[in-house]
Nanobody
């Protein structure tokens, strides 16, 4: 069982930056695929960003089109954490943000079923 916990949400203004952090338990964190998802009121949970270990020996990152160029996912294997740096925030980025993890070697990473462990979520509100 992997425990996942997010932190760092809050209320910001449009154009501001915010960084979310996610801590995950486990001795093999460096091999976990880690993802960030978000869910706005009345909407389905959607993919934001993910990072996974690739067979090329590097971490591969992927982003939703709506956040590409504004958000950056990164990890610190020494601290078992993954971060989501969010720049140029927009009101439409308002949502509960969830961190997700899986120990499996996954070929897809944009779906909620691609991950096995989830945090409780952290609220991000962007005012206009």
């Amino acid at each position: 069982q992997v425990h996942v916990e997010e932190s760092g949400g809050g209320l910001v203004q449009a154009g501001d930056s915010l960084q979310l952090s996610c801590a995950a338990s486990g001795r093999t964190f460096s091999t976990y695929a880690m993802g960030w998802f978000r869910q706005a009121p009345g909407k389905e949970r959607e993919f934001v960003a993910a990072q996974r270990w690739s067979d090329l020996g590097i971490y591969f990152a992927d982003y939703a089109e709506s956040v590409k160029g504004r958000f950056t996912i990164s990890r610190d294997n020494g601290k078992n954490t993954v971060s989501l740096k969010m720049n140029s925030l927009k009101p439409e980025d308002t949502a509960v943000y969830y961190c997700a993890a899986t120990e499996r070697r996954i070929a897809r990473w944009r779906g909620t079923t691609d991950y096995d462990y989830w945090g409780q979520g952290t609220q991000v509100t962007v005012s206009s």
